[in-house]
Each structure stands twice: as C-alpha cells, then as structure tokens.
C-alpha cells in the first residue's frame, strides 16, 4: 500500500508505521512537523481507525534527558540542551570575559588596525556607528523577514531538546516563533543564509569584513565560477530564549561577526590554544559528548553579553558555545581571511580528521585557498607584501607551503574538489616555492623592523597588561591640573574646589580595615605649596580680557585717553587667615579692563598706508578745526546734521571701517 499522497515512502523519508496494518505514512501527510514524529507513542491510520485514525502522544517524565519519557530517567546524567542543564547554565557564575577581549568604536576598526594589532581576541562594539555595517532597524518585523526570504524556504532547524537538526519551511518556524509562549518545544535556526534573497539588499557586512573577506576580493566573479561562490557572508538567526547551541568551532576555522538587532545572547568562550583545541577533538569523538560540559575540560572558560545594536567580531578558531536568554533576531556571517592562514588550516584538519558531514564544512574551502593564493602571489610579485608586519606575511608563508603539498597530493591521485582548472600545476607549483624562499627572507626583514615583528599573544587575563586611556576621570584631572606626578617635590597646590575634588575621586573605603583612606590633599597636607611666580593683578587683567592663540583684545569701550575704574576686592568667606581675593568672574566683552601692555610709540610704516583709513584721518583732522562763523544772515535755515550714535570720535570711525566691532559680535 502507499501513502495518503498515492506516492512509495522512501527510506529517507520521515515516516510512521501503522501498528494495525503496518503500513508506512509520511509525518508531511499526516500533518506532523519532522521534529513531532518522536511525540508519537503509538499511531494507527484512517484506514484502520476510521473516519481520522488515531494518534497517541507519550507522557513527559523528565527534563533532563534527550527521551524525555524515558520510563526510568533517575541517576542518569544531565544531556546538554534540555530545560535542566539550561537553569543550571544560568545559575552557574562564570569568569568575565573583558580581560580577554578588546572593546573599540567602530571607526578605529580599519585595515591597518588589524595589520599592526593581528585578529587574535574577540572585538566587541557597542555602536554600529563608523563601522560601515548596514542592517534594517531593530523594529523590523518577522513578517518583513519571511517576506524577504521566502516563506516556502526549506531551512535547518535545531531541536534544543535533543540536539538534532531538521528541516521546515521558514513559514511554519515564523508561525512557531511568533506563538512561542505556547510552545513546549526549543527551535533554534542558526543557518538562514540569505544571499540569494531580497532581504539580502537590505543587508551589507561590515566594511572591514569587506576587506578582509577571500570571497569578496579572490573569488572570481564571471562564469562558471560565480555561480560556486561560497555563500556565508549574510545569515539571519531567529533564537527564542533558552536556545543552546554546544560547543564548536565555526567552520574552516572561519572569522564570524555577530550583530543582535533584537534581543540578547550569551557566548561562553574559550580561547584556540594548543592544548584547549586538542582537547576540544577529544571531547568531539565522545560518544556521550552530549553529558560532558566542555567548559570543565579546560582551564577557564569566560561569559560574554551580547545585547541588542552590539556588533560581535570572533577570530578565527575561538571555541564557544551559546546560550540566547531572550528571544532574539541575529544577522552575522564568516569569512576567511590573510591574517589567521595557520588557524584556518589546523581547524581543517581537525575536521577532516573527525570526518565532518559535508554541510557542516566550509563550502569550496580548499578552491577558495587556491584562488587566494593565486592574488597573494601576484601581490608579492609586484612588492605589496614588501613592508607587511612579520605576522601577515607568516600566514601567507603558510597558505603557500599547504598550497605546494596539496599540489603534490593530487599528482596521479584526482581529489574530489580539484584546483581551479585555470592553473597550470607545472608553472605554478616553481612559481609558488620561489614565493617560498621570498617569504622567508621578507619574514627575517620584518622581524628586524621593531615596528613590524611578531608581538606575543597571551590568552590569561593575568598577562594582559593594563592600558591607561585618557577618558573620564584622568580626563578631569588633566583639566584641573590634579593628575598625579612622578616627583612629589613637584607638587602643587590648588584652590579649596579642587580639593575637593581630589579627596571626591582618591578617597576610597577599605573593606578590609572599614576605615576610609585620605584623598591626596589630605596626605599631602604637610607639603608647602609653591607660591604663584605670576603677579595677581596682571593675572586678574589676563583673566578678563578676551584673548586667543595669537593676540589679546582690550575692550573697545575703553578709549586710550579713558582711566579704568578700580574694582573693589571682595572679602571670601571662609577660615580666618584666608586674606583678600577677587571673585572669578566670567569674561564679558563690555568689561573694562586696563591696558595690558605699555603705549609704545609705532614707527611709521611707509607704503602700509590704506586709502580708506587716510581719508577717514583727514576727515576727522578737518572736523576739528574752528568753524568759521558768518555774520551775514541765512537765506535760508540750515540745521547742522547730528552725528550717528557711535560715530563721534575717530577712533569710532577708524574701528567701523575696519569691522572691529562685528569681529566681537
């Protein structure tokens, strides 16, 4: 007999057998999702059981096995994934991860950056701003996604529960993530990759992903080889809270970049060491990999929080698993790159070694590591790599000599991914140990070259060396003139304020002695303070007087003929002793101050003379003459014209034609 559909059940085919008459149904045909088949505790068909048939779901009796109604769960251990280890992730304490990554604004991720520095440590940004990255708003709905996508797409789910994958429409998984407080299920999709979708122009890595990626600047784009391009820069990961994705390392030893549009996730990292990376096949060749947490099979093992508009870059070979605590929308990808050639390759044949289905490898890895070589070889030909920092030009050492031995390997024995067919292994394979020998001597220049020699890397927070930033408190204390000096003798005093400040920022409480330490003016209460080498008065005038890098401007209400009123000092309140000061007042243009310097005589200039000024000058000269006054009487009466507010004197003039006054407006 056949299924409802009229068409034969293949053996790949998820099914259901009918326990009156054996016969086999599709899960598809009976309106199951793959994942409900093992629900079913028994089933017989419509035809045995007419009008519908019959299904019966077994009983939960557990929530720490993958069988969660297994009749005798107890003294067997907790699998990873299930509701149980996942409360006791949570309530674990786990090491902090900000020793060991590095935190920057998007702008300062640039090319040169990751040149001199390397890519060796986890890089979180807080802001997308400067990092050229494109996604939509955070308020993007899961309708604009499916519609972007497909809702007939066929994608990967993981069932949390039991730790498997199956496959569903990214319509049915949208009807399940939208009603997911009815659900008793865990769904995760961490493999929606997009590229060939609409949504894919609403969504661009960032720019250095950009830059870096073999698959956007080696892979060739025409032909036949276009349509293999590896496709792995754009995915979209739709977790609800209490997906757990165990342990891995991301394929081909690929770099990642995370960003969470919405939501939160968690990331248990553990660096790529030797000894954490041999450990980490070991436990992969388990069989009951599943009840070992790895985290306890190495060292330290640190948490990161990953939340909503944070931008995560992961290096290449970092072992991790993840843990969403909130329902959350992802957009991420991987890429190979120049800068981790050595952890790329050892992360393969850790792969190649445990065997690894083709759908969890690098798609096209090794013809991807053949076109690169292919630009790298071309740029060292023409001198690009001349002045790399040792490290580059060390990993391109390395894609070269696996290059060579893998050209080897395939004379008289066909591998299943061949080379591009656009080389010719007889002129490239001399071409390529010529660039060898090249590469060494280039390494052995760098290493001389301070600036561009191998730095050491180290993964234990201890090592890690503290790095002052100027921001925030160092920052007020440069304004202040507080930042603390090498030589006490240099030590200088300061107004009540900034005491005050001082002992604010340096006091601190002792847990261990529960008494307060002293702020540094307390400790340094005994120190005479230097007296002022400036004079007060002069200082007062500096105060007050508008000035800038190259000049000071006494106010214009002044003329040179005028004498500054004297300002009364003020008495401060405060402690007996204190003395008479003047108050700090802000500088205000119409302030009078005196001159600041003595009235010289100025030589004359000859040839510097302006028409302009000249013929104000000789105006001004023949205004102050007597008037002639006539005794014959007026035909007619004439009024003398007032002069304009402004305009009495000459220098008043002398300053409006020069535009003085809309200088200091």
Known sequence: MTCYCGSQVESSDLSL????????????????????????????????????????????????????????????????????????????????????????QGSVL??????????????????????????????????????????????????????????????????????????????????????????????????????????????????????????????????????YTDFHVDFGGSSVWYHVLRGEKTFYLIPPTTENLESYET?????????????????????????????????????????????????????????????????????????APKKFQFPRFEAMNWYAGTELLEDLNEGLLDNMPALYLINVKCLFKNLIQWAKDREGNIRKEPYPTHLSLSRFVPDLTEGLDRMESLIRAANIDSSRCIKPVSFDEIAKPPVKSMTGIDELLLASELAETTDSDNSRGGSPFQEAVSDMIFS??????????????????????????????????????????????????LDDNDVEPQKRPRKRKGKKGRGNSYVDEAWSPNKSVRGVLPKEKRPSRPGAKVLAVEKVLEESRESERPMEVSTEPSSSQEWQKKTKKGLSTPKQRLGKILKLNRMFR
């Open 110 to 243: 640039s090319k040169d950056y990751f040149l001199i520095n390397g890519f060796h440590k986890p890089i979180l940004v807080n802001k997308s701003d400067g990092l050229g990255l494109i996604v939509p708003p955070n308020t993007y709905s899961l309708d604009s996604i499916t519609a972007g996508i497909g809702k007939e797409r066929v994608i990967d789910v993981i069932n949390v529960g039991r730790q498997e994958d199956f496959t569903m429409t990214l319509g049915d998984f949208m009807a399940y993530f939208k009603g997911i407080k009815n659900q008793t299920k865990v769904l995760n999709v961490i493999s929606l990759e997009f590229s060939d979708t609409p949504l894919a122009s609403y969504v661009e890595p960032p720019f250095i992903v950009r830059k870096l990626c073999w698959a956007t600047n080696y892979w060739p784009n025409v032909g036949d080889c276009l349509k293999d391009k590896p496709q792995v820069s754009k995915y979209c990961l739709l977790s609800p809270a209490g997906a």
């Open 508 to 557: 601190k409480y002792n847990p261990d002695t529960g008494q307060e330490t002293l702020g540094r003016s307390q400790r340094n209460r005994r120190l005479p303070r230097k007296k002022r080498i400036y004079g007060g008065d002069d200082d007062d005038i500096f105060k007050h007087a508008h000035q800038d890098d190259d000049f000071i401007y006494p106010s214009l209400e």
């Open 283 to 355: 436990w992969s060749k388990m069989p009951s990999h599943h009840e070992t947490f790895f985290g306890n099979l190495v060292p330290k093992c640190y948490s990161l929080a990953v939340k909503t508009g944070q931008t995560l870059f992961l290096p290449s070979g970092w072992i991790h698993a993840v843990l969403t605590t909130k329902d959350t929308v992802v957009f991420g990808g991987n890429f190979l790159c120049s800068l981790a050639v050595e952890m790329q390759f050892r992360v393969y044949d850790i792969e190649k070694r445990a065997k």
């Open 17 to 104: 057998k009918c326990e009156q008459c054996l016969n086999i149904y599709h899960t598809r045909c009976l309106k199951l999702l793959d994942h409900q088949k093992y629900d079913v505790l028994s089933f017989r068909c419509q035809r045995c059981k007419p009008p519908n048939g019959k299904l019966e779901y077994r009983k939960r009796t557990n929530w720490h096995r993958y069988d969660w109604a297994d009749e005798d769960p107890d003294g067997k251990p907790v699998q990873t994934g299930t509701v149980a280890f996942t409360r006791m992730l949570l309530s674990r304490q786990f090491p902090s991860a900000t020793p060991i990554i590095i935190s920057v």
